[in-house]
């Protein structure tokens, strides 16, 4: 009889575990899914466009905005107004914002190869390891026009 209540009492313990461990699992499952996102979501706030000149009036001078000109003369005027450092600013993951010509930060990781994407930066592990990749932008490698070099970024 001892022996069936061992039975039992070890029964009676794995259903008591199993049921911890649900009651953990639905409370991480509840938290996700109900309570976590608003708090995301109303921190979020609605993406800031370059040449939004209904939102920033004194963006209408900039050629580069000027929707009636042709692309190669509104990439011309673009190019011609930004410095060198934010060229070079512009060939990395993390561009910044060019605030006097109304050009925001910009993650191209997480908001360009993709599609949009609002969702926030792009992956960081840590400064060993600063992102999911470590190959150059595909603009960057595109114009090295060396065909051998995205077969060794594909492997």
């Given at each position: 009889m001892e022996m069936g209540s061992a039975q039992n009492r070890g029964r009676n313990?794995?259903?008591?575990?199993?049921?911890?461990?649900?009651?953990?699992?639905?409370?991480?499952?509840?938290?996700?899914?109900?309570?976590?996102?608003?708090?995301?979501?109303?921190?979020?706030?609605?993406?800031?466009?370059?040449?939004?000149?209904?939102?920033?009036?004194?963006?209408?001078g900039f050629g580069f905005c000027d929707t009636s000109l042709g692309i190669e003369s509104r990439v011309k005027d673009l190019v011609k107004r930004l410095t060198l450092q934010e060229k070079i600013g512009f060939l990395v993951n993390a561009a910044g914002s060019v605030s006097r010509l109304g050009?925001?930060?910009?993650?191209?990781?997480?908001?360009?190869?993709?599609?949009?994407?609002?969702?926030?930066p792009g992956t960081r592990f840590s400064s060993v390891v600063p992102g999911a990749t470590s190959f150059p932008q595909v603009i960057l490698t595109a114009a090295s026009f060396n065909a051998s070099l995205f077969q060794a970024i594909g492997k």
């Open positions: 313990r794995a259903l008591s575990v199993f049921l911890c461990s649900s009651s953990l699992w639905l409370f991480l499952v509840f938290f996700s899914f109900f309570w976590a996102p608003h708090g995301v979501l109303s921190q979020q706030t609605s993406p800031v466009f370059a040449c939004d000149v209904d939102a920033n009036p004194s963006l209408t050009i925001p930060k910009y993650e191209w990781w997480s908001e360009a190869l993709h599609g949009v994407s609002y969702v926030g």
